[in-house]
């Protein structure tokens, strides 16, 4: 197999992990934190699954990193940990799964923006905007009147409003800054420091006295157990190889996909009704995918794959 059939392989083989393993974990997060607080089930996650990479990537002979290195995974570690995985966790406690499916869905949208205003930054096409328009509308009408029930207070939508900023500026700044050449290694440092800022974020918010390992329930621990495994080590090692071979706003085309991925399982799980509507918004979505993963090769500097 040539070269650029091998990439090819490679970025076929990372999407449809984030796409499908991501997808499965609202399922799996609703289930944990019905038993553990958000953000110490979030730590505990990341920690594991960040011990685990960096274990197998020294055995295997990655380089130790370097103290530039670490600095650079505390920064993103906490934007993407604690800010934008600490605040979807979070706020699943409290705000309806249909605006936090939307808001997740808003990170494409911040990644084209802040890489737009960025000095030196890559100006998206219009294609590009009009494929962030289209599966925002998608997402839209998924989760309109007559799909999402319930209200949300002012103090969640905040919180996932920046948790959404959070990530996106995490996914940027994590192809600019110092990060070592193995991405196993760049992967298991965010992880780690990731979960140490979610451990502190827990405690300072008073979750360490909610948290009682008695009542964890046997569910709880296996979804637990698949977040770590196969929505940390997995699929979000496939994602930091995106962010380094293909364009934001294409690594980001996870964030319409996944609200498919999980009503689809969650009608074949836990018994929700799939509607017109739903396959309507199904293939509005899908089809800004096609609008921006067709968008063409990015200027110079920015690298690319497809």
């Not at 499916?101 to 808003?106: L, N, P, T």
């Not at 000095?119 to 998608?138: C, D, Q, S, Y």
């Not at 977040?227 to 293909?246: E, K, M, P």
Request: with cysteine; net charge positive.
């Amino acid at each position: 197999m040539n070269a650029p059939s091998t990439r090819r392989s490679r970025l076929i083989l990372a999407f449809t992990a984030v796409y499908l393993i991501w997808g499965s974990t609202y399922l799996a997060m609703r289930i944990a934190v019905e038993t553990i607080p958000p953000l110490l089930m979030a730590s505990i996650r990341m920690l594991s699954a960040g011990g685990i990479l960096l274990g197998l990537a020294l055995v295997t002979g990655a380089a130790r990193p370097e103290r530039a290195e670490w600095r650079s995974a505390i920064v993103i570690g906490a934007l993407l940990f604690l800010g934008g995985n600490g605040a979807v966790v979070w706020s699943a406690q409290h705000a309806p799964s249909g605006l936090v499916a939307v808001v997740v869905a808003s990170v494409p949208l911040w990644l084209v923006v802040l890489e737009a205003i960025r000095p030196e930054g890559n100006r998206p096409r219009p294609i590009t905007w009009l494929g962030v328009a289209v599966g925002l509308a998608g997402i839209a009408l998924l989760v309109g009147p007559g799909r999402m029930q319930g209200g949300i207070d002012p103090v969640s939508a905040t919180v996932l409003v920046l948790g959404s900023l959070c990530w996106a500026t995490g996914s940027l700044l994590s192809r600019r800054l110092p990060s070592p050449k193995s991405p196993l290694v760049a992967t298991a440092l965010q992880m780690l420091c990731g979960g140490l800022w979610l451990l502190a974020g827990g405690l300072a918010l008073g979750e360490g006295a909610r948290f009682h390992p008695a009542a964890i329930t046997t569910a709880a621990w296996l979804s637990l157990a698949y977040l770590s495994v196969f929505g940390s080590i997995v699929a979000f090692t496939a994602y930091v190889w995106l962010l380094r071979n293909t364009t934001p706003a294409k690594a980001a085309t996870y964030a319409y996909v996944n609200p498919i991925i999980a009503l689809i399982i969650g009608w074949a799980f836990a018994g929700e009704r799939l509607t017109v509507r739903v396959g309507v918004a199904a293939v509005v979505i899908i089809g800004a995918v096609a609008l921006i993963t067709s968008a063409g090769s990015p200027p110079k500097g920015d690298p690319e794959i497809v």
